[in-house]
């Protein structure tokens, strides 16, 4: 098992992952219009960490995390959380952020709260609103990152 982080540049390899990244999104988030999750995978804004994607606001030092989900049959083994650190080491210490939002389904609220998410949005307002979009479709939620905790080793 590796993590790898990259983007759509046009590397074959990086493609061929990529639509593997979308067909799991698509088979595990059946609310969303396949349309939306491809063209939010295969745009260049997203890097893309194994099963999450996530869009950096760099000015505004805060990621968003659009999708995030693993295959059905190796779901509750702990991918879900070491994905979920190599996401926070690299977006701190790479992109510099200091937290991350997201719109979670009603399902996973559980388990972003024990990846350090609360429901309570404590980031200023004038630092994301406007950034993100409005969504009804989940329940907006916060994760701080530590600044100098190691999430992997
Ligand atoms: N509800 C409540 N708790 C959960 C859930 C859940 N849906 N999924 C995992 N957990 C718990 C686990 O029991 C575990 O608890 P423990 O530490 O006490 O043992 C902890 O969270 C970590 O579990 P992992 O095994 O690391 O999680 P997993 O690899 O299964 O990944 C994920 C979690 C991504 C939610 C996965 O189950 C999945 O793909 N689900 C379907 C798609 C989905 O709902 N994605 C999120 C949509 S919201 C969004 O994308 C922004």
Not at 52 to 80: M, N
Not at 123 to 131: H, T
Request: glycine share 8%.
């Amino acid at each position: 098992l590796k993590f790898v982080c990259f983007y759509n540049d046009g590397i074959d390899e990086h493609m061929v992952w990529l639509i593997g990244l979308k067909n799991i999104f698509a088979r595990q988030l059946p609310n969303m219009p396949k349309e939306y999750i491809v063209r939010l995978v295969m745009d260049r804004h997203n890097h893309v960490v194994g099963g999450i994607t996530y869009r950096p606001y760099l000015s505004q030092k805060f990621g968003e995390i659009a999708f995030c989900a693993i295959t059905a049959d190796e779901q509750v083994k702990g991918y879900g959380t070491r994905l979920m650190n190599h996401l926070k080491q690299h977006a701190r210490d790479v992109d510099g952020l200091t937290h991350f939002l997201t719109y979670a389904d009603n399902n996973a609220v559980g388990y972003f709260i024990k990846q350090g998410f609360t429901k309570e949005i404590y980031l200023d307002k004038d630092r994301w609103q406007g950034y993100i979009k409005d969504y009804d479709g989940g329940i907006l939620m916060e994760c701080k990152m530590d600044p100098k905790l190691p999430y992997t080793d």
